[in-house]
């Protein structure tokens, strides 16, 4: 007799979702699910190297999307291309609106699991002044426009670089995750760094061009004091200028930005990491913090819905908004929903729960990278800054072999990779 099998619903399709999908399938094999992956678009983009394509010349159109269905397919792993509308965890359904048409009906989908993996919003349109004299690289399609002015119509003027002010939630937040005023600034430093090359190659000036800021009192504090400490003292040896507390963007004017905290800088282009805003149908579900966010335990489980897990940006504890770390996640819910279906020991299973660390290639330009690893900011000791060429190869072959697995990076690997960058 042919008994049912569970349903397992994935929402978002990207680092998060197509890591828990691919384990999940692995852990379980095919005959005790039945898993559907929910994206409202039907590739993976892989976020963290637009910069570098970006400062190397490229379109990350061409070179950073993964097709996800092909891979889904192998798996047995259903794929549907719809926007997520409305989650009640009460029922136990996810409504969902088909994207391939326009015109397509609601629908709504059950569940026995649901893994919430649908990252974040990134807030540009709470930033007033941002459509007109904005510049970004969290798309392709922004870091295109900024490629072409680098290029064609930068005239040699101050840039700044840094972020809005992130608005994080403390409704059932693990003790360990600190309050962050910033959702991910290792993209700050990496662009400046990998732009001040751009421009040097250019002919169009350098680091002196350069000011990153940040609104908190530290840039890039979850990769600890020391670590920054190092970082800034380069910096500032290479000219780049330096703004700390401004507590938030007030607006971008033509002539320059605006901080709420009354200063101003003069800038003819302004890059802009936005504020990390969890989509509006996630506010006020029951599954999530005062402002959207998935509340988890170190299961990456809701601790009132035993049934919902969260990996990757959109889970309250992922501070900050960091892919490496959503990787960690995926790997333990992965392991969790097996340890439910009876096919992991909960020894197994529980062997690595949710503990943090930063973990983060970042491009300096001319074939160089540093490479960041800590765990001071959740309490651990472990604070490393590397810099140099083998840095920037292990950037590079990361996204290769992220493309060649499909997103399926053994865990030993993952951990083989960090063991590696640190000896180096
Ligand atoms: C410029 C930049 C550089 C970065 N560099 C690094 C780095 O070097 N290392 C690192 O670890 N991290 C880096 N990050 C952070 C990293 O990109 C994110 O942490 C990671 O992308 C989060 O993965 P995710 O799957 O949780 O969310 P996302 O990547 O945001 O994916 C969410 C998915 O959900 C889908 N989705 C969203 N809403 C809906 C909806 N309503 N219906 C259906 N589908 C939906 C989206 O289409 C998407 O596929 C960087 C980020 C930026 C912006």
Redesign the pocket.
């Known amino acids: 007799m042919q008994t049912k099998k569970t349903k397992i619903l994935i ?8 890591q828990v999908a691919r384990h999940l399938r692995e852990n379980l094999g095919s005959e005790l699910a039945e898993i559907t992956v ?4 039907s590739f ?2 892989f ?2 190297n ?2 570098l394509e970006t400062f190397e010349g490229r379109d990350p159109i061409n070179t950073l999307q993964l097709p996800l269905v092909p891979i889904l397919k192998n798996d047995k792993t259903q794929f549907i291309m ?4 409305a989650i009640d965890p009460d029922k136990k359904t996810v409504d ?1 609106l088909p ?1 391939e048409r326009p015109g397509s009906a609601l629908d709504t989908l059950e569940y026995d699991y649901l893994v919430v ?4 919003r ?1 807030a540009y349109d709470r930033i007033e002044g941002f459509s007109e004299y904005g510049h970004t ?2 798309d392709p399609y922004q870091a295109n426009k900024l490629r072409h002015y680098i290029e064609e119509e930068y005239q040699g003027g101050p840039i700044v670089i840094g972020s809005a002010r992130f608005h994080q939630g403390t409704n059932g937040k693990l003790d360990f995750i600190p309050i962050s005023l910033a959702a ?1 600034e ?2 700050t430093v ?2 400046a760094l990998a732009l001040a090359h751009r421009l040097e190659e250019l002919g169009k000036g350098g680091a002196k061009n350069i000011t990153m800021f940040t609104p908190a009192e530290l840039i890039a504090e979850d990769a600890g004091e020391k670590v920054v400490a190092q970082l800034l003292e380069i910096a500032t040896k290479m000219g780049f200028g330096y703004k700390n507390k401004t507590e938030d963007i007030k607006a971008l004017t033509k002539e320059g930005i605006e901080f709420t905290n009354g200063e101003s800088l003069e800038a003819e282009l302004k890059i802009i ?1 936005p504020d990390w805003v969890a ?1 509006d ?1 996630m506010q006020g579900l029951p599954i999530c913090d005062e402002k959207g966010f998935v509340i988890h335990n170190l299961e990456m489980r809701n601790p009132d819905y035993p049934e919902v897990f969260t ?4 889970a309250s504890g ?1 501070v900050p ?7 960690l996640q995926s790997y333990i819910v992965a392991r969790q929903i097996a340890k439910d279906l009876g096919v992991m020991s909960a020894e197994e299973a529980d062997a690595e729960l949710y503990k943090p660390e930063i ?4 491009d300096m330009g001319g074939g160089k990278a540093f490479y960041i690893h800590s765990d001071s900011y959740y309490g651990g000791d472990l604070q490393l800054l590397k810099m140099g060429r083998s840095y920037y190869d292990m ?1 590079v072959a990361f996204k290769h072999q992220y493309f060649s697995t499909g997103g399926k990076l053994p865990h030993w690997q993952w951990k083989l990779g960090a063991w590696i960058s640190d000896k180096i």
């Open positions: 929402l978002g399709g990207n680092f998060a979702g197509l929910v994206d409202k678009k993976l983009l976020v963290p637009i910069p719809a926007e997520v509308k969902i994207s993996a649908l990252g974040n990134l690289v969290t991910c290792g993209p990496e662009v990491i989509h149908f990996a990757g940006d959109a992922t908004k960091l892919g490496a770390i959503g990787h973990s983060c290639y970042g950037k």
